[in-house]
T-cell receptor
Framework: DAKTTQPNSMESNEEEPVHLPCNHS???????IHWYRQLPSQGPEYVIH???SNVNNRMASLAIAEDRKSSTLILHRATLRDAAVYYC?????????????FGTGTLLAVQP | GAVVSQHPSWVICKSGTSVKIECRSL??????MFWYRQFPKQSLMLMAT?????????EQGVEKDKFLINHASLTLSTLTVTSAHPEDSSFYIC????????????FGQGTRLTVV
């Protein structure tokens, strides 16, 4: 299974940009890169996903390296409500990669 | 975004009884649903994947006779914890996806199960 590696924790200040890295050196050509986040005692929330090109939506931006072996989730202006565990997940076609398997994620703390 | 409703949000049951948790996709048809359990301060652990009308595929180590999953329609999946024991106490979360791996998944709010 293609795995992802994320820092255990990061800190940010409110209203500053946050760059959350994810390494996935064994990614295959059909794997999508998904990001979800989870607030305490809640189910995860979809953030963004992409395949090869950078992606933007109202919540965040996803920057994907040219070789696709790493990606970065960008929160343009962190708020206190962005404090959560962020998960970077690869999903692909067929077999185990069709599943949505969570790693340990990055715990983001946002300071006022 | 799309809405996935999970019910109940919390339940307390006696040891040896069974508990059913429902997961509904309210505004889309879920071709695939996932069930997870999460212990305190840990990540989500995938229990099983189900496709509408098919038997669920369980992850290694998950007892299929204890955790019964039914995905009877494109908008409803249920997880029944049979003969619950205190060690089954956990946070159970469902997820639904309309399309393939290139589409986003949406999650229920979770069910806190406490077995006493």
């Amino acid at each position: 299974d293609a795995k992802t590696t994320q820092p255990n924790s990061m800190e940010s200040n409110e209203e500053e940009p946050v760059h959350l890295p994810c390494n996935h050196s064994t990614i295959s050509g059909t794997d999508y890169i998904h990001w979800y986040r989870q607030l305490p005692s809640q189910g995860p929330e979809y953030v963004i996903h992409g395949l090869t090109s950078n992606v933007n939506n109202r919540m965040a931006s996803l920057a994907i390296a040219e070789d696709r072996k790493s990606s970065t989730l960008i929160l343009h202006r962190a708020t206190l409500r962005d404090a959560a565990v962020y998960y970077c997940i690869l999903t692909g076609y067929g077999g185990a990669t069709n599943k949505l398997i969570f790693g340990t994620g990055t715990l983001l703390a946002v300071q006022p | 975004g799309a809405v996935v409703s999970q019910h109940p949000s919390w339940v307390i049951c006696k040891s040896g009884t069974s508990v059913k948790i429902e997961c509904r996709s309210l505004d889309f048809q879920a071709t695939t649903m996932f069930w997870y359990r999460q212990f305190p301060k840990q990540s989500l652990m995938l229990m099983a994947t189900s496709n509408e009308g098919s038997k669920a595929t369980y992850e290694q180590g998950v007892e299929k006779d204890k955790f019964l999953i039914n995905h009877a329609s494109l908008t409803l999946s249920t997880l029944t914890v049979t003969s619950a024991h205190p060690e089954d106490s956990s946070f159970y979360i469902c997820s639904a996806r309309e399309g393939g791996t290139g589409t986003e998944a949406f999650f229920g709010q979770g069910t806190r199960l406490t077995v006493v």
